[in-house]
């Protein structure tokens, strides 16, 4: 059964970053890619990028460039992204979510999601 | 980008209720929709990909149609564990874009 365990919640202050992980199991890692999306509170889905954790390859969002970095340690089946230089409006519930093998536009599984809160 | 409009934005209903949400793209997509079930401080659930296929395990009350930009979701006889807030996602160009969101409620 596919799983994504994602990290515990954070507070950082405005211009920090944050590192968020997310651990797959029930399926290999490299397999899908995986992609992250975030909601902040009371607001809808937003799209951040993915990456194939097999070969590293990555694609951002217009909106994130510059400011996300996604990783993968393939050793350990875990996923990262991370956001630098946060601001207020970035306080939202980060969720990783995986491609569908076969269409790796297409997600499926979600994580269970984790809340990042940014304030001074 | 392509934006995504989902209507209505809430609904209330009852319990044995016909529900239709929609989904409209600002250009075609074929059929690289999906639809998402989500509750209240849960991740999001897949419910129908290809616009119409049926995730496995989910009940046969939902149902999906559409192609091009148009786009409904269909609740044949909306039960108690359905009321949530459900969402499109539009997979056929890049950034991915989802629906704005649509809430149901209980009437």
């Known amino acids: 059964q596919v799983h994504l365990v994602q990290s515990g919640a954070e507070v950082k202050k405005p211009g920090a970053s944050v590192k968020v992980s997310c651990k797959a199991s029930g399926y290999t890692l490299t397999g899908n890619y995986m992609h992250w999306v975030r909601q902040a509170p009371g607001q809808g889905l937003e799209w951040m990028g993915w990456?194939?954790?097999?070969?590293?390859?990555?694609n951002y969002a217009q909106n994130f460039q510059g400011r996300v970095t996604m990783t993968r340690d393939t050793s350990i089946s875990t996923a990262y992204m991370e956001l630098g230089r946060l601001r207020s409006d970035d306080t939202a519930v980060y969720y990783c979510a995986r491609g569908v093998s076969y269409d790796y536009t297409l997600i499926d599984y979600w994580g269970q999601g984790t809340l990042v809160t940014v304030s001074s | 980008d392509i934006q995504m409009t989902q209507s209505p934005s809430s609904l209330s209903a009852s319990v044995g209720d016909r529900v239709t949400i929609t989904c409209r793209a600002s250009?075609?997509?074929?059929?690289?929709l999906a639809w998402y079930q989500q509750k209240p401080g849960k991740a999001p659930k897949r419910l129908i990909y290809a616009a119409s296929s049926l995730q496995s395990g989910v009940p046969s009350r939902f149902s999906g149609s559409g192609s091009g930009t148009e786009f409904t979701l269909t609740i044949s006889s909306l039960q108690p564990e359905d009321f949530a807030t459900y969402y499109c996602l539009q997979h056929n160009n890049y950034p991915l874009t989802f629906g704005g969101g649509t809430t149901v409620k209980i009437k």
């Open positions: 250009q075609g997509i074929r059929n690289d």
């Open positions: 990456i194939n954790p097999n070969s590293g390859d990555t």
